[in-house]
């Protein structure tokens, strides 16, 4: 059986869960799956990865490079301690990053967003999720892996690990880290995402958006029409073509038209909720639950039915 | 005092790339995406890094060269950059149709290597595959290193001090050059043509680079349109937010 390699995504020594989902991806490749978990110090996140089930062996990746995101040092840890064979990871923006460079270390072709495997056949979206295209694999290829698609690996497996040391140098330098305003979750890291449009009428009333964000754990996105009016709203909350691409369970879009350049950033998530005065809003054609009121009405009520049912 | 910087010609690329206008409709004829009635755009995140590397040459000397790679009607772009102030375009010559990353990557490189590059810009991802991996992926073909997503710069003679959203926050970079440097929004409205660039533009010619066609190691099956969602439920009036809080939760499990 031939080898897949994964490639954990781990963030300050830290295992994303998202791998649980690599792990499955792998499986269905067919081949014999070898788990790479880099770190400073890998050794707790590698023996939670040694558990997901059908992982054939772990190799905790010790290299001081890890300490800061820096992606030609953590190709070359990485390609060091990799054998030869399909290579899996996350589709965050830096495993995409990594992966780019890992393919052409590897000599091999780079597919980003993998949404299907069928065999040697991979599909996945191209034009911001307007089409899909499938592509044949004449060779080991790198791949990273949508979150939100593939199901999760159990937890019910006790790989074996190896350790391995490297000493990559690093190409650039953090020279600082200027912490966010605000504690609050980015829209790339939300499971629910509650985003506002012009429709907002002023930046305030994101407050009312931040409320109900509060209420289900969820992140304050917006669309361009929002962050180019208000200097209050960041580039970071947008969410489109120009902006974030995100795949979250639930995305509440109020006072948003549903243009395609936005829907480009959020039509594969799993559910849309539409809040929009007009019921012929182009929005209400990609939402599962479509609301005509305006957020006015609708926002104070959405608030207390959640407040009664999350407590 | 930077007088000096005047000496200083610093090799500048833009990596540009032409995609279907993002407002196109994406038809499927014969299982293949049908782009013959597509208008043709300069990629929006292109955009920035045009607009960056003029910036960089403002501040501290040097040449621009913006470089694509295509077919003869990826000359429109290259004109479009020349009428906004680059000081050279040039393109690849490749044919229509499907170029996998390492073809793509591995004939780029090639291109930055001869024309003499020392700093190389590109947009975060392109507006057609998505992906973004042909920053770090020429990059690492240079043995460069890269810093991705940057969303805003201050330009030395030799490095660069670069901010780049990251999970704490913002990341402030410094890196020497060369370097390969992806561009989010950030840095300011891209720049627009007057009419003196475009004048001059219609008459530049674009530098055709030899490079070998390099194959790869995918090919396309097939185009598909992503599955129709079934239709949702509409309710008309905010006294129905309570019936949707309740699908979300008993129907769609979200909450
Ligand atoms: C190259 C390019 C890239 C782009 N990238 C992006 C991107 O990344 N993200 C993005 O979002 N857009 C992007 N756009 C812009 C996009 O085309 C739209 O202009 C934008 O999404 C519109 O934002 P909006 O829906 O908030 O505003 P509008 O289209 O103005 O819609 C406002 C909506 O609010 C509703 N409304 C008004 N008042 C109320 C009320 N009181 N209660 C409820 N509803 C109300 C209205 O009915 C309307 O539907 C891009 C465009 C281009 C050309």
Redesign the pocket.
């Known amino acids: 059986m031939s080898e897949i390699i994964i490639l954990a995504e781990v963030i300050n020594n830290t295992l994303k869960e998202s791998t649980a989902e690599v792990v499955t991806a792998a499986l269905s490749l067919g081949g014999n799956p070898i788990l790479i978990v880099p770190g400073t110090s890998p050794d707790s996140a590698a023996s939670m990865a040694a558990t997901y089930e059908g992982v054939g062996s772990v190799i905790a990746l010790q290299d001081d490079c890890f300490s800061n995101f820096d992606s030609a040092a953590w190709c070359e840890a990485i390609a060091s301690v990799a054998p030869p064979g399909h290579l899996l990871t996350s589709s965050s923006s830096m495993g995409k990053e990594l992966a780019a460079r890992l393919a052409v270390s590897r000599n091999s072709t780079i597919i980003q967003d993998v949404i299907k495997i069928e065999g040697s056949n991979i599909t996945h979206p191209i034009y911001s999720g307007k089409a899909h295209e499938t592509v044949s694999l004449n060779g080991p290829s790198v791949m990273t892996i949508r979150s939100n698609v593939f199901k999760p690996s159990g937890n019910g497996g006790s790989a074996s690990i190896s350790n391995v040391n490297t000493s990559s140098n690093l190409r650039t330098s953090l020279k600082e880290m200027v912490a966010k305003a605000s504690e609050r979750l980015d829209v790339s890291e939300a499971d629910i995402i509650i985003s506002?449009?012009?429709?907002?009428?002023s930046p305030n009333n994101f407050e009312k958006l931040y409320s109900i964000a509060d209420k289900l754990g969820a992140a304050v996105g917006?669309?361009?029409?929002?962050?180019?009016t208000w200097e209050e709203i960041p580039h970071s909350m947008?969410?489109?073509?120009?902006?974030?691409t995100v795949n979250p369970s639930l995305y509440i879009?109020?006072?948003?038209?549903?243009?395609?350049?936005?829907l480009?950033?959020m039509r594969t998530s799993k559910y849309i909720v539409a809040?929009?005065?007009?019921g012929t809003?182009?929005?209400f054609r990609h939402a599962d639950y479509g609301i005509i009121?305006?957020?006015?009405?609708?926002l104070p009520i959405l608030e207390q039915e959640l407040g009664t049912l999350l407590g | 005092m930077g007088c000096l910087s005047w000496f200083n010609m610093v090799e500048i690329l833009v990596l540009i790339k032409q995609v279907p206008?993002?407002?196109a409709k994406i038809e499927i004829k014969d299982g293949k995406a049908d782009l013959s009635m597509v208008k043709w755009?300069t990629s929006?995140y292109d955009e920035y890094a045009l607009e960056v590397a003029l910036q960089h040459k403002e501040a501290v000397g040097g040449t621009v060269t913006a470089l694509t790679l295509g077919p003869a009607r990826c000359d429109k772009i290259l004109k479009d950059a020349k009428a906004l102030g680059v000081d050279n375009i040039a393109r690849i010559d490749a044919p229509e149709g499907y170029l996998d990353s390492f073809s793509v990557q591995s004939m780029l490189a090639e291109a930055c290597n001869s024309l003499g590059a020392e700093i190389i810009y590109c947009g975060k991802a392109a507006?057609d595959t998505n992906a973004g991996s042909t920053g770090p992926g020429v990059a690492e073909k240079l043995g460069w290193p890269s810093v991705a997503n940057v969303t805003n710069i201050i330009f030395g003679e030799s490095s660069l001090e670069l901010m780049q959203p990251s999970f704490e926050g913002q990341a402030k970079i410094g890196v020497n050059l060369p370097a390969v440097i992806t561009c989010d929004k950030g840095m300011g409205e891209p720049r627009r043509a007057n009419v003196k660039g475009i004048m001059m533009a219609k008459r530049a010619n674009v530098d055709l680079i030899g490079v070998e066609t390099v194959g790869g190691n995918t090919s396309v099956v097939g185009h598909a349109s992503p599955p129709d969602k079934p239709p949702g439920k509409s309710f008309d009036g905010s006294e129905h937010v309570s019936t949707v809080v309740k699908l979300l939760r008993d129907e769609a499990n979200v909450i």
């Open positions: 506002g449009g012009r429709g907002m009428g917006a669309s361009r029409a929002a962050v180019d947008q969410v489109g073509q120009t902006g974030k879009a109020v006072g948003i038209s549903g243009a395609i350049q936005h480009a950033g809040i929009n005065k007009d809003a182009p929005i009121a305006t957020w006015e009405e609708a | 206008d993002t407002n755009i929006p507006a």
